[in-house]
């Protein structure tokens, strides 16, 4: 299985700043079919996850535009522009490339 | 608006099997997948299988094969997943999603509330 590797693991950070979460991946998550399957994954205390960027930089419908998403091949990036209080939760890369898709063990981001 | 309604928390004992329904609302239900996502308390997530609500077929996670079942109802829009042979380290919340594909697994979007199964004896 690929494993999926996030840092760092916990992320305070001061309202209205910027917070950025890498994520890294064993293998290659390109796709023969040309597409890279990495999402990015919200959840909010008490919540379900939430869909907030798929295929690496597209952003889902009704996510703020202050979440962006980067990266290539086996390196990933999810960036915060200005962190919000509804923002708190612990965030998770998935991969979907290659069976079975596999998780990083998540970032907690909380308010300094 | 797309979404999906998972069944009630369950509590269960070690050996017996439960059933979790997710129904889907607010979309062409067999023209997507649903993927099944558990997570064990204060764990992260994991992939446990996916099924096509187009033509049933499934895919599931190695270390679940053979105790899994993933199903559809098209008629009530209606997902099913049955785990059987229940442990204790199958307490988790269990989340239906869906698979805005009707052929793959590769992406996941909306998610339902979850479920909470519980196994004690």
């Known amino acids: 299985d690929i494993v999926m590797t996030q840092t760092p693991l916990s992320s305070p950070v001061t309202l209205g700043q910027p917070a950025s979460i890498s994520c890294r991946s064993s293998?290659?998550?390109?796709?023969?079919?040309?597409?890279?399957?990495l999402s990015w994954l919200q959840q909010r205390p008490g919540q379900p996850p939430r869909l907030l960027i798929y295929?690496?930089?597209n952003r889902f419908s009704g996510v703020p535009d202050r979440f962006s998403g980067s990266g290539a091949g086996t390196d990933f990036t999810l960036k915060i522009s200005r962190v919000e209080a509804e923002d708190v939760g612990v965030y998770y890369c998935m991969q979907a490339t290659q069976f079975p898709p596999t998780f990083g063990q998540g970032t907690k981001v909380e308010i300094k | 608006q797309v979404q999906l309604v998972q069944s009630g928390a369950e509590v269960k004992k070690p050996g017996a099997s439960v059933k979790v329904s997710c129904k889907a609302s607010?979309?062409?239900?067999?023209?997507?997948?649903i993927s099944w996502v558990r997570q064990a308390p204060g764990q992260g997530l994991e992939w446990m299988g996916w099924i096509s609500a187009y033509n049933g077929n499934t895919n599931y996670a190695q270390k679940l094969q053979g105790r899994v079942t993933m199903t559809t109802d098209t008629s009530t829009s209606t997902a099913y997943m049955e785990l059987r042979s229940l442990r204790s380290d199958d307490t988790a919340v269990y989340y239906c999603?869906?698979?805005?594909?009707?052929?793959?697994?590769?992406?996941?979007?909306?998610w339902g509330q979850g479920t909470l199964v519980t196994v004690s004896s």
């Open positions: 999603a869906r698979v805005p594909a009707r052929y793959n697994w590769n992406e996941v979007d909306y």
């Open positions: 295929k690496i930089s």
């Open positions: 293998q290659s998550l390109v796709h023969s079919d040309g597409n890279t399957y």
């Open positions: 607010g979309y062409t239900f067999t023209s997507y997948g």
